[in-house]
T-cell receptor, first 115, second 113 residues
Framework: AQSVTQLDSQVPVFEEAPVELRCNYSSSVSVYLFWYVQYPNQGLQLLLKYLSGSTLVKGINGFEAEFNKSQTSFHLRKPSVHISDTAEYFCAVGEGGGSNYKLTFGKGTLLTVNP | EPEVTQTPSHQVTQMGQEVILRCVPISNHLYFYWYRQILGQKVEFLVSFYNNEISEKSEIFDDQFSVERPDGSNFTLKIRSTKLEDSAMYFC???????????FGPGTRLTVL
């Protein structure tokens, strides 16, 4: 079974600063990687995904992530954050095939953007 | 843009009572899921459902849990006799046939007293 490690449970940053949220996963033959964002009292929204192809993927709200197979990482970055980016961010890996496919999530990183 | 919807948004129940959480997946999706998130913890897989039967379930999904797709649009999670430790946010998700991303509903917060 896959496992996902988000090393930082909380990341405080100032507005307009860059941010990187780290995610590592256990290795597998086929890897499908996702970042979801959860705003306060809301559900999970897909931020971006890596399925194949280019290792740098861009998502919504100016976020991007880089798939690094050798380091089994999928870190999330944004060059300049806004107050509205304050939320919990979850890294997830898809495993299994067909009807057995499911997501395994990391514990989440709470990003707090301060003025 | 189509969305996954869930009702109710918040359910409070007494220990030992039965609850049914409802979800309407995106209409052309074929795979349906329930996940839960205990407060302060990570999102955990409960069960997947395809072609009117359970595909896979986690060890959390014991005999007290059941899922059903009673008609062409709804997907329900029933907890037969709730326990205090069932208190959590329950998310429904759906996935289109060959695609790998899952789309989540806003969740139902279940509080067991």
């Amino acid at each position: 079974a896959q496992s996902v490690t988000q090393l930082d449970s909380q990341v405080p940053v100032f507005e307009e600063a860059p941010v990187e949220l780290r995610c590592n996963y256990s290795s597998s033959v086929s890897v499908y990687l996702f970042w979801y964002v959860q705003y306060p009292n809301q559900g999970l929204q897909l931020l971006l995904k890596y399925l194949s192809g280019s290792t740098l993927v861009k998502g919504i709200n100016g976020f991007e992530a880089e798939f690094n197979k050798s380091q089994t990482s999928f870190h999330l970055r944004k060059p300049s954050v806004h107050i509205s980016d304050t939320a919990e961010y979850f890294c997830a890996v898809g495993e299994g095939g067909g009807s057995n496919y499911k997501l395994t999530f990391g514990k989440g990183t709470l990003l707090t953007v301060n003025p | 843009e189509p969305e996954v919807t869930q009702t109710p948004s918040h359910q409070v129940t007494q220990m030992g009572q039965e609850v049914i959480l409802r979800c309407v997946p995106i209409s052309n999706h074929l795979y349906f899921y329930w996940y839960r998130q205990i407060l302060g913890q990570k999102v955990e897989f409960l069960v997947s459902f395809y072609n009117n039967e359970i595909s896979e379930k986690s060890e959390i999904f014991d005999d007290q849990f059941s899922v059903e797709r009673p008609d062409g649009s709804n997907f329900t999670l029933k907890i037969r006799s709730t326990k205090l430790e069932d208190s959590a946010m329950y998310f429904c998700a759906s996935r289109q046939g060959a695609r790998r991303e899952q789309f989540f509903g806003p969740g139902t917060r279940l509080t067991v007293l």
